[in-house]
Structures are given as C-alpha cells and as structure tokens.
C-alpha cells in the first residue's frame, strides 16, 4: 500500500504544480478560422477556454512582448508511434483492427512533435494491407507513460478510438507479396495481391461482401461478422473511408471507387500527384491530407524556366535548418537572401524531392516508385483548384528536428503560393474537421478544449519558435526567455 501511495504521488506532483486558470495577453491571436484578434486576453479553465477578449486586459496575465497565439497545431496525417509490428499481415483485409490498441502511446515523437506545437493528430495505420485497420486521434500529452522516471502525462492519450478505416491503393499493399508457385510455405508474404490490379479487387471483394451483409442484416437475418460490421460503418458514413494514394491515377481509382460504392465520407491521404488529379478532387467534393514534404532534394525538373526560378535554384532556402530556430535569413552571400516569391505560373515549376525513412515500415518502398511528380506547390494548387485539404506531417516527427514537422509545412506551403491564413487553418481548424474534432479542438473559441501555442512571432515566419505550448489548460511546454 505504502509503495502504491509513494507512486502515485510521483506522478501527480508534476501536474499538481499547475494552476487550473491561466490568462494569456497577446498582440496578436490567429482565431484558427482566418480571424486575427490584435490586443486579445484569453482565459482558461479546469482544461477549456472560457473567455477571449478583444483589447482585454487581467493583472497576472502571462505577457511576452511580440508574441502571437495560434490553437494547438492539429496533424491531420501522421504515423507517430506507428510501426510495422502493428500491423497484421496474416491477410490483405483486416478492417476491424483497431490502431488505438497498439500504438506506442510514449514514443518520442509524440514529445517532439509537442515541442514543435503539435498539440492533436490523427495516427493512420501502416500501410502494408489493403484495409489496414482503424486509425485513432490523439492528444500529443495527458497520457500515462509506461516508463516509471518519465513525466507525468508525458504520452499520448487517445480521444477518438474511430478515427477512420485505411485503405491503401498503390504500391505498399502489394510490394514483397509473392505467390508461392505451388511451393508448400508459411510466409504470410505468399499472397494475394501482387500489383495494383489486384488490390483494387481486394478493395471491390470486400465491399461487395459488406453491401451483401448490410442486405441480409435489413431483411433480419442475425449475422454477426467483425470486419463487416466496420465495412458497413464506412458505408453508412459512422466511420470515414481514408485511401492512402500518391499516384494521381491512384487518386482517381479511389474517386472511381467511391462512385462505385457511394462512400460518404472519402478522404485522400498523401496525394503526392494529387495536384495533377486537383479538378475531379475538387468536383467529387473529396478532401486531402497532404503530406509531408520529402526532407532532401533528389533531382529537379524545370519546364520553360524564368529568371525568378533559376535564381531559386542557384540560392534555394535552407534544407537542413529550418526548425532549428536559428535561421533568421536563407543564403546571406546573396543580396536578397535567395528568397523568390513564386506565383501565377512559376507554381508549374516542380522541384521533386525524395523521402526520408520512417517508422511505418509501408513508407520505405513506396515513396521512392510513387513521387515522380512531387511538388512542394501541391497544398498551393490543391488550394487553388478548390479542394479541401489539411496537412500531415507522417513519420517527421520520429526526429525531434525536422524540416517536415507541422508548422514547416504550413510554412512551405505559403512559399509556394498558398495564402498564408489559409495554411495556419490547414493546420488547425480544418484539419481537426478532417479528423472529426472540429466542435472542440482547431479554434481559440469559448468551449473549445485550451490547446494553445505561444509564439515568438508570426506562426508562420521560419524564425518563429513556440514558447509555451499549452495542451488540456495545462502547460505542457515553456521555453520563454528567462527573466
């Protein structure tokens, strides 16, 4: 009893140091609708907001000179604490696995992902199966660790355990599949499908079994069915379908898909090529979850190049260190530091860029085959053909510094010709619409959870750096200059 006693007070003494009410006066608040607040006091309570006030003002108010507030920093795309051992690889179809019964709720990308903001995400199966299992949604904290000397609520805690069913198109769900050629063997990888033909149909087989089922069920007949039970959840529109398609002919088998079987709620996830698949997105109503951005330049490719993008080759920004907070310019040697505003034609010009590899163990193989024509002007353009889209960061976060965490996305997105109120939303408030958290997580608004992220400036500035990151009410990371 005693030595009980004595652990839990080693987990609550860290969380018992908070207060419940902390006020925070800004100069600037980024709403997480498109809406800047200037002058703006925000107070919150046992976990919520509970007042935002324009040109407000409270004695004991947390006050740092030229900061902005922004909501917690939503990931609606990510493999955090994903890998390949959860996965079940036994069979092709596994849609009643649940992803929030395996991931690795302490890995620590959860951590650098919340020292970079990221306060929320949606953690999508490995793609390794053609129905892959259900993903979950995820506070980056608040979440008991497994290791006795780590902080209290240092991990993950899950919020949504239906987030949504993964289906891969493409080449992950079929690469190292072979057949055995009349061979005796116990390799699960002797399977079915080996090409792109054959995942389709495995998506086709189990659908049509699930519409099947769903008949039966209306006319009474009592089936009980695990994995259909789900598949008919995606068709009734209680779970949203998430295709996981980097090939923009992928993109469009998946729209093909959807009219076949009037999916309700479709989302693209990736989307690499999707930019060249942008208008049947944008007709079908289907929303994207971009990302992320390939970390190190493979090859460029140049059509027609002007003065501005050959200067962008000759000074490019900074590759490596972006979100080491210390860069404050890109090539000093050149007078203008190298940076050229592109937009209007010079978003055509495509710069492919390769993968770095991560955790989730689908990513290693078929990034490589499937990123022929990667831009980092797809959120641009995917924006400007009227398609919905969020943006992920996949495996960025395993490395606690990396020029694909969240905010570099958004950062790059603006870059590349996306307006910039727009990508801190992508990042925010419509990214938690994607993830189904819209009513509570993704706005500085009264009533929403106070997930919140103080900023040395601008968000979306590169020398911009979180100095308090504030997850359940609670602060959860401060790095404000010392007094």
């Not at 600037?28 to 925000?42: D, K, P, Q, T």
């Not at 959120?379 to 053909?385: R, S």
């Not at 996306?418 to 408030?429: C, W």
């Amino acid at each position: 009893m005693m030595i009980s006693t004595i652990l839990s007070l080693c987990f609550a003494l860290p969380m018992a140091q908070q207060t419940d009410s902390i006020s925070l006066s800004v100069d600037r608040l980024h709403v997480g609708n498109g809406e800047v607040i200037e002058n703006a006091l925000v107070v919150l309570e046992n976990g919520k907001i509970v007042s935002v006030i324009a040109g407000g003002s409270a004695a004991g108010a947390i006050h740092v000179e030229g900061a902005e507030l922004s909501p917690g920093l939503v990931d609606a795309f990510s493999f955090m604490g994903v890998g390949g051992a959860t996965m079940e690889e036994s069979r092709e179809s596994t849609p009643s696995i649940y992803l929030a019964d395996t991931v690795a709720l302490d890995a620590p990308s959860f951590a650098n992902a919340l020292n970079e903001g990221v306060t929320s995400a949606y953690l999508s199966p490995d793609s390794l199966n053609v129905i892959g299992g259900i993903g979950t949604v995820v506070k980056t904290a608040g979440g008991r660790n497994t290791n006795l000397f780590a902080d209290a609520g240092s991990a993950a805690r899950i919020i949504e355990r239906e987030g949504a069913l993964k289906v891969t198109l493409g080449n992950d769900a079929s690469m190292g599949n072979f057949t055995p050629r009349g061979q005796f063997t116990r390799n699960y990888t002797a399977r079915r499908p080996n090409t792109r033909m054959g995942t389709v149909w495995v998506v086709r087989r189990e659908f049509y079994r699930a519409k099947a089922y769903q008949k039966a069920l209306a006319n009474g007949e009592k089936l009980y069915d695990k994995d259909l039970e789900v598949l008919v959840k995606v068709l009734e529109g209680e779970i949203p379908l998430r295709v996981q398609a980097r090939r923009s002919h992928d993109v469009q088998t998946a729209l093909r898909l959807q009219e076949e079987f009037g999916w309700p709620n479709l989302i693209i996830e990736e989307a690499t090529e999707g930019q060249e698949a942008a208008a049947a997105l944008a007709a079908a109503g289907v929303s994207v979850a971009t990302g992320p951005a390939y970390d190190s330049v493979s090859r460029a490719i140049a059509r027609g190049p002007q003065a501005a993008e050959l200067s962008f080759l000759a000074y490019p920004p900074a590759i490596c260190c972006e979100d080491l907070h210390e860069v404050e310019g890109l090539h000093s040697g050149h007078e203008d530091n190298g940076l050229v505003e592109l937009s209007g034609p010079a978003l055509d010009f495509l710069v492919v860029l390769a993968p770095r590899y991560g955790a989730a163990s689908g990513l290693n193989g078929g990034r490589f085959s499937e990123g022929r024509s990667a831009t980092p002007a797809l959120p641009a353009l995917l924006f400007e053909a009227g398609v919905g889209l969020a943006m992920g960061s996949a495996e960025a976060h395993d490395q606690s510094l990396t020029e694909s965490s969240l905010i570099h996305q958004a950062r790059n997105a603006v870059r590349w010709g996306m307006p910039a109120a727009d990508a801190l939303q992508a990042i925010t408030s419509r990214a938690a619409a994607l993830c189904g958290t819209a009513d509570h997580i993704g706005k500085v608004e009264v009533g929403f959870d106070a997930d919140l992220v103080l900023w040395s400036g601008n968000p979306l500035d590169s020398s911009s750096r979180p100095l308090l990151v504030i997850l359940d009410g609670r602060i959860a990371v401060d790095n404000r200059p010392q007094q």
